[in-house]
Nanobody
């Protein structure tokens, strides 16, 4: 049963923009985005609380914006001024409503930034 579905990845030139979407099904709440580049650990990109409070990884502050559409149970990640070092698989993260956990992951979407 697929609960978090990402879309919007692709290939873009440095300086360009992409918008990722993560749609959740059922009682799952999407909460944020992580990324993992080859040979590196998965790292936080951005997250957002149900109240709208946001948090960003240092490397993306000022360039990426996370937002939420509550009616559609979807979280977005607007990425601007992309750099080659932003190349990674981006994963949506969330949890079941009311569980207090963030233990669910999407399948990931590849973002590749060419120099």
């Amino acid at each position: 049963q697929v609960q978090l579905v990402e879309s919007g990845g692709g290939l873009v030139q440095a300086g360009g923009s992409l918008r990722l979407s993560c749609a959740a099904s059922g009682s799952v709440v999407p909460m944020g985005w992580y990324r993992q580049a080859p040979g590196k650990q998965r790292e936080l990109v951005a997250d957002i609380t149900t109240g709208g409070r946001t948090n960003y990884g240092d490397s993306v502050k000022g360039r990426f914006t996370i937002s939420r559409d509550i009616a559609k149970n979807t979280v977005f990640l607007q990425m601007s001024s992309l750099k080659p070092e932003d190349t990674a698989v981006y994963y949506c993260n969330g949890g079941s409503y009311g569980s207090g956990k963030r233990d669910l992951w999407g399948q990931g979407t590849q973002v590749t930034v060419s120099s």
